[in-house]
């Protein structure tokens, strides 16, 4: 780190103006939290990282509605009247410091009495005093040290909701008895007869019959549960034959207990359901810092300011807008519902909503959109539409968020598993009447046995241990899916969908162009000291983009807000911003521009390009060998032609589509029989996404928000989405021969099962096997393939 | 070798004592954050009573800071 660098953030001190003794800061919020720690004895934050700081944003009264106290109430976990508790998700904490400094908050105020941070979910949660510190306090307290928490209508919304452990419980109960059994079984592996068996076979059996109960009872519930789903929906599912085999080993075993006829199976069964659990927890991998489930409601706040008649101004909850209310939306607040801008300069960046960066100016009269975040002052705004009437809204009542989770679609496995069934049922029933002439004692042996080794144990654990590794794999490279089931689900793909703006393009760096006579180095010069001290975002970008220069001293400097800026320079006079400002014929195309006119005379014009995502054609190239490629975008066809070029022949542009009609598109591209992925990013992509076999949303930053989907990619990682979906396919192929080798598992144990010589002893070493085997092949060549 | 009831008896007691210990620590939230713990634990008495005694002390924790 240069000594330049702002000790609090480690940005570009630019200059000395902030500074404490030895340290530079970069602004005053950085040198402000600087200061709030050192006189509050947490100066150590600075020692755990270096730079750790973020820049606290600017927060004046945006949480003046916390003081509603209903609104408090929805957000408090807990409450008693002396002491609240809260939880919130603050973005911002990134490392070991951010940890240290919010779990010694008691030091900054004695109204908290603790607080603990959850790092892998960026959630702390506050106790703190009724009577000394308000929530609202609160929230301002850890904002002004650069915490920021993010507060949205989901929160009020979902309330309590507590994670699901029952899995643990079950697997922990499955392998306790496991251990047990197999320990109480080992004298009937290595002995038939004598003195030790015949003194404590009863209660060595008792024992392991109780062991027992609770696994199949509890353990394997939910197999008997699906099972019994699939056959009363006409599916015979895989748990159908797991189920089958479960009962049978318990209910065999337990008839020999009871009628002391010998062989029991309690250690295979156990050891059954404790493998088949454990395939499922491999299977469950969760990011617990993403969310996959997130609608408009994660996006938008709880409350807004509303401006009641007698222009007095009070905070209502979103849901409570009705048509007709006046709204106040302040610097860098979201626009909750679609309204008419009244007064004020409005720049809305629809980013979130479009993917688009480049915030969009409105003259009063003009019809603002939810979804949008107002970026240069408050502005006033008329409601048009109530929260979910409104225009992005009501997307979500739409059937496609609706969809039943995956009951009815078939997987590989169970479409599999369907023969498989019938298979065993017919084996044991011939089997059963070959012995009831040969030998009838042993028909009830028989057909138990057959049934006990057909249990597709192998089988099962394959799918999820391939699918489990390949989720982890994928998670490595940055390729985040919701759950192991997309895999499948994406091996299936033959269309794929992208949006254009945020999507195939990036809002990292904009491109910028000139169009006009050229300027001189001493133009371009004062061009950049005059947006200087301008904080329109266009004008950042485009400081960001001229070359550096020297400061040279503006004089007159004048920003006219919504218009643009002037000022002059060596008594040469320079005006920046819209055409009607500058006086410059406007152009009928829909771009983003700032024209310039220096010393009366019009220049040209600086054009804001979207520039497209690196290997873009490399990524359309390699897809178009096996996909069918279609560009759905919400934009006019400015870019069409220059798209045509860049891309593949045989692509689909499809241009000005709504966000409902992208959600048609798809559907009907279904309809016609295709299994479609949408690659997207925006809310306006969200049902499109939803809809689809396969959504996956591109984020340029993980740690913040993207649509509701069935995977979410880092955008660094595009150009690897051919061979990510390539994987997919070459997954289902291993699942596939794995299953081979489990068949030929269950051939061999079928033997001793008909010929009526299965003893428990070859049960419990050949079901282990099998399974391990299995597991050991599939995580092998998974790792193996991924590795090309 | 009625001792053996004994030691059956006893040794699965404690292993159920253990399974019950493992359901409780698991209901109480102890394995649902597995990261910051490991954090917290290295952080001690770092509240600095006065500024003038500060020293620029060694980085800790800097496996953050320079990726």
């Keep these: ?788 | 070798m009625i001792v053996i009831y004994l030691m059956i008896a006893v040794s699965i007691v404690i292993a159920v004592l253990f399974l019950i210990i493992f359901i409780k620590s698991v209901k109480a939230g102890q394995y649902d954050d597995m990261y910051t713990p490991s954090v917290r634990m290295l952080f001690d008495d770092e509240l600095l009573e006065d500024k003038t005694l500060r020293k620029p002390k060694s980085v800790i924790l800097n496996k953050n800071s320079k990726k």
């Design chain 1, 1 to 788: 780190m240069s000594e330049e660098s702002c000790y609090h953030c480690g940005l570009d001190c630019q200059g000395k103006q902030y500074q404490i003794e030895d340290k530079c800061f970069c602004c005053n919020g950085c040198k402000t939290v600087y200061e709030i720690l050192n006189q509050n004895e947490l100066g150590c934050y600075y020692d755990f990282d270096q730079n750790p700081g973020t820049i606290p944003t600017e927060i004046k009264g945006k949480y003046n509605y916390l003081d509603n106290l209903e609104i408090a109430e929805k957000l408090l976990e807990f409450n008693d009247g002396e002491t609240s508790v809260v939880s919130f998700y603050t973005p911002s904490m990134h490392c070991s410091s951010c940890i240290w400094v919010l779990e010694n908050l008691s030091k900054l105020h004695s109204g908290i009495v603790a607080s603990s941070v959850n790092f892998p979910q960026k959630k702390i949660r506050i106790t703190f005093k009724n009577e000394k510190i308000s929530l609202k306090s609160v929230v301002e307290l850890i904002s002004s040290i650069g915490y920021e928490p993010f507060i949205s209508l989901e929160d009020a919304d979902s309330g309590k909701h507590k994670s699901n452990k029952t899995l643990i419980y079950q697997i922990a109960i499955a392998g306790f008895a496991f251990g047990n059994v197999m320990l109480l079984s080992f004298p009937e592996y290595f002995q038939d007869d004598g003195f030790w068996l015949d003194k404590y076979k009863g209660l060595f059996r008792f024992l392991m019959f109780v062991f027992s109960v609770p696994v199949v009872v509890y353990s394997a519930k939910d197999y008997f549960i699906s099972a019994y789903k699939g056959v009363k929906h006409k599916m015979l599912n895989i748990d159908v034959p797991i189920v089958l085999g479960i009962s049978v080993l318990f209910i065999r075993s337990t008839i020999e207990i009871v009628f002391d006829l010998g062989q029991v199976f309690f250690d295979s069964l156990t050891g059954l359901v404790f493998f088949l659990l454990l395939g499922r927890v491999f299977q469950q991998r969760t990011y617990s810092y993403l969310s996959f489930e997130r609608d408009y409601k994660s996006y938008f706040p709880i409350a807004v300011t509303k401006i009641g008649n007698d222009g007095k101004e009070e905070s209502v909850e979103v849901f409570k807008i009705k048509e007709g209310d006046r709204l106040l939306i302040r610097n860098e607040e979201l626009i909750p519902v679609d309204g008419i801008l009244i007064n004020g300069n409005a720049n809305i960046d629809y980013s979130f909503v479009t993917g688009e960066s480049v915030p969009v100016s409105k003259k009063s009269g003009d019809k603002l959109f939810a979804g949008g975040k107002q970026l240069s002052g408050a502005i006033e705004m008329d409601v048009l539409q109530s929260v979910q009437q409104s225009y992005l809204t009501q997307l979500w009542s739409n059937d496609a968020f609706k969809k039943d989770s995956n009951f009815g679609i078939k997987n590989l496995v169970d479409t599999l598993s369907k023969y498989f069934t019938y298979i065993i049922l017919a084996i044991a029933l011939s089997a059963g009447i070959y012995w009831f002439f040969a030998d009838k004692l042993l028909v009830f042996h028989v057909v138990s046995s057959v049934l006990i080794i057909a249990c597709p144990c192998a089988l099962a654990l394959s799918a999820p241990f391939a699918l489990g590794n390949m989720l982890r794999i994928f998670g490595r490279r940055k390729f985040y899916l919701k759950n192991a089931e997309g895999i499948e689900l994406a091996a299936k793909i033959d269309t794929v969908i992208f949006d254009k703006t945020g999507t195939i393009t990036t809002n990292k760096n904009n491109h910028i162009i000139f169009e006009g006579s050229q300027l001189t180095t001493e133009e371009e010069q004062g061009v950049r000291n005059l947006i200087r001290s301008s904080n329109h975002p266009l004008n950042r970008m485009l400081y960001g983009f001229l070359p550096l220069s020297k400061e040279v001293e503006v004089i007159n400097f004048k920003e006219i807000l919504g218009k643009g800026i002037q000022g002059e320079i060596n008594k040469t006079s320079y005006v920046l911003g819209s055409a009607s400002f500058v006086n410059a014929s406007t152009s009928a195309k829909n771009e983003t521009v700032i024209y310039i006119s220096i010393g009366g005379e019009v220049k040209g014009r600086y054009v804001f390009k979207n520039s497209y995502r690196k290997g873009l054609d490399a990524v359309f190239n390699t897809l178009s060998k096996a996909y069918e490629l279609i560009i759905l975008s919400g934009d006019n066809e400015g870019e069409k032609e220059y798209l045509q070029k860049l891309l593949p022949k045989g692509t689909e542009f499809v241009f000005n589509q709504k966000p409902t009609d992208k959600l048609e598109f798809i559907k009907q591209k279904q309809n016609e029989g295709k299994q479609v992925l949408m690659v997207g990013d925006g809310l306006n992509d969200a049902g499109a996404l939803a809809q689809s076999n396969f959504g996956i949303a591109i984020s340029e930053n993980t740690n913040v928000f993207s649509p509701a989907c069935d995977a979410i990619l880092d955008a660094s990682k595009f150009k690897e989405l051919p061979q990510f979906l390539k994987l997919t396919k070459q997954t289902i192929t291993i699942i596939k021969a794995s299953f081979v080798l489990s068949f030929l598992y269950n051939i061999i144990g079928m033997y001793f099962a008909i010929t009526g010589q299965l003893s428990p002893i070859i049960a419990a070493i050949l079901m282990p096997l099998s399974s391990i085997s299995v597991v050991v092949f599939v995580t092998f060549v998974t790792n193996m393939v991924s590795r090309k």
